[in-house]
């Protein structure tokens, strides 16, 4: 445990040291839970944004992108459930004063049987060896079978009372369990009280005339309001998707973990109109689709896994989560939800609007089923950067640190250095970096020994270093230094831009879908 928090310290102090994110506000003493995007952050949150829409939208033809405002009409969220039901069961100890979700208290600890389980696994994984079947051990250990019954019981009467709203049995559920607050160990717990998550706000200037408002706590909303504009302006024909990126605000009790869970947050996400009874199908595409999209970027296919909803939110008859291996365990990075025709019904119900699809073949209009995949940016960019950041030992005994970002993510692509300050070096490489910069996001650097430049950008991120020599005024080459390899190659000037846009770029990454 304390190894996972001194990694994920790291991972922390590092995206600040490098320019990745800031605490917000941090002249004041910053803001909880909200965090900017420094220079090299925001570029790689944009290189990923680019990547999810590029993936969805443009490689895609049945699905279009919309970008719809923060603000909506109050009743959209009468409508989606959400002023009545987005709630999370918050209980305090009454010791320490710390407030906790009641439901995320329970599943840490079922959490903690889990890596019981890991334990036995690893043990026989030991004692087995080469012989050693995981499936097979898992489905016939007394132990483990023991340990995972005890986690199915637990998680199913949580699932069950939350689903009552019975929150008096969620606290006896944390009692029975002898669940302690994690700080301190104090088990002198309050009731358990819903919490409803949405941040208001007030549209107008006058007291008496302005009207409730809420920050949208999902872009959902934005697109179900508009499919019928889209499918017809856009003349879609079911099945098709609509896909937005962009901001949703919600009041988190427990917002720690840096920006795993924010107040103020991004969202990728598309919304899959089709035909009623077909969700099945499209809901097993998009798992598999998007789990392929997470694996194109190579961070390893065994730090991800599916986790299947015992409860299930009120509109969904599905849904899945695909979680990630962060610095502090499995935990959902991406959703995956079949949300029938609930929401379409809902603002059909409060708009008074029909919103329905007229099919040619069936000749029957109907109202399409949703089939919804939708993932955090923040997340993702705590995804890949956590996973990214390696310390790494050298054949000479000492130590790199190395941030080895997907390079079609990486903010900077290649940095350019003249070998020393004189003798007409920097104007070769200044040169390079205007051939370069159409192309690609790069950057000059010409201070401290070459070595020392090296490890800055290994720290950075950049997959690329081109040193510029004396040799490089006579033969028109340079020493290309690749950052995971730590490979030099003598190349030409000429074929920088090819062998760059190799690695670089978004076809060759997403290729790997296919
Ligand atoms: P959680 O259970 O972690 O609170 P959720 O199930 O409420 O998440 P969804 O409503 O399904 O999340 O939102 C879709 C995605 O948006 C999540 O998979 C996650 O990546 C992201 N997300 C949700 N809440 C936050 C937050 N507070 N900060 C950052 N990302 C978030």
């Not at 051990?137 to 199913?156: A, C, H, M, W």
């Not at 499209?282 to 789990?291: I, S």
């Not at 409060?350 to 089939?371: I, M, N, R």
């Amino acid at each position: 445990m304390a190894n996972q928090d001194d990694q994920f310290k790291k991972v922390i102090s590092h995206a600040k040291e490098y320019g990745y994110v800031f605490q917000s506000s941090e002249i004041y003493d910053g803001l909880s839970a909200v965090y900017d995007y420094a220079q090299n952050g925001a570029e790689l949150k944009k290189n990923i944004r680019d990547y999810w829409w590029k993936a969805m939208v443009q490689m895609h033809d049945n699905i279009v992108g919309i970008d719809s405002s923060i603000f909506m009409h109050p009743t959209t969220w009468k409508a989606s459930g959400h002023v009545d039901a987005f709630n999370d069961p918050l209980i305090d100890n009454k010791d320490s004063k710390k407030r906790y979700r009641a439901d995320v208290l329970i599943e840490d600890y079922c959490a903690k049987i889990e890596g019981k389980i890991d334990k036995e696994v690893a043990k026989a994984q030991k004692r087995f060896g080469e012989a050693f079947n995981k499936e097979e051990f898992l489905s016939t250990n007394p132990r483990v079978l023991g340990y995972q019954e005890k986690i199915d019981s637990i998680l199913t009467r949580m699932g069950k009372s939350l689903e009552a709203e019975d929150l008096a049995d969620v606290k006896a559920l944390i009692e029975e369990l002898e669940i302690a607050d994690p700080l301190t160990g104090s088990r002198n717990w309050t009731e358990v009280k819903q919490f409803n998550l949405m941040f208001g706000t007030k549209l107008g200037a006058s007291a008496d005339t302005a009207m409730d408002l809420y920050l949208r706590p999902e872009t959902a909303q934005g697109i179900f309001v508009n499919f019928l504009n889209v499918q017809k302006t856009g003349r879609m024909k079911i099945p098709f998707g609509i896909a937005q990126t962009g901001k949703a605000f919600r009041n988190e009790i427990v917002a720690r973990q840096f920006i795993f869970r924010m107040r103020e947050f991004e969202q990728m996400e598309m919304q899959f109109f089709i035909k009623p009874g077909t969700q099945k199908e499209w809901f097993e595409y998009w798992k598999e689709t998007r789990l392929k999209w997470h694996h194109s970027l190579g961070m390893g296919v065994e730090n991800y896994r599916f986790h299947d909803h015992e409860k299930l939110a009120h509109y969904a008859d599905a849904a899945t989560d695909i979680e990630f291996k962060f610095p502090f365990g499995f935990k959902e990075l991406e959703g995956i939800h079949s949300r029938t025709d609930f929401d379409l019904k809902q603002h059909e119900e409060f708009s008074g609007k029909k919103l329905q699809y007229f099919d040619h073949e069936e000749k029957a209009s109907y109202t399409p089923y949703v089939l919804e995949t939708s993932i955090g940016l923040d997340r993702m960019f705590l995804a890949v950067f956590s996973n990214s950041l390696v310390e790494e030992e050298l054949e000479n005994n000492t130590t790199r640190t190395v941030l080895k970002l997907p390079a079609v993510l990486a903010p900077v692509k290649a940095a350019i250095f003249p070998l020393v300050k004189k003798d007409g070096l920097p104007e070769v490489a200044k040169q390079i970096v205007e051939d370069l910069k159409w192309d690609f996001n790069v950057f000059y650097d010409e201070k401290d020994a070459v070595g020392k430049r090296y490890r800055r950008q290994d720290a950075a991120g950049t997959p690329f270093c081109i040193t510029v020599d004396h040799d490089s005024l006579e033969d028109d080459s340079v020493t290309i230094r690749h950052r995971d390899t730590m490979e030099q190659k003598r190349v030409k000037i000429a074929d920088l831009k090819d062998i760059i846009n190799a690695e670089v770029d978004v076809k060759h990454w997403l290729q790997k879908m296919q």
